[in-house]
């Protein structure tokens, strides 16, 4: 339970974090949004995240 806990803060803080900086400095992020580096470093990051988050619950799924 802890455990699930943990994984679901891993997988949601960052999506989290960037809405903030969205909400708090606007003018930093949409230059992720404008920017076609930007488009395609949230697109790395967004297939990291997933990723990440599969492992998580892989690992999560292993009964030791």
Known sequence: ???RLTGLILTFYPPALGLLLLA???HLMTVMFEESVGRILLGVALVLQVLG???IR???RLDV
């Open 1 to 3: 339970s802890q455990q």
């Open 24 to 26: 708090i400095a606007p």
């Open 53 to 55: 988050a599969l492992v």
């Open 58 to 60: 892989r690992i999560l």
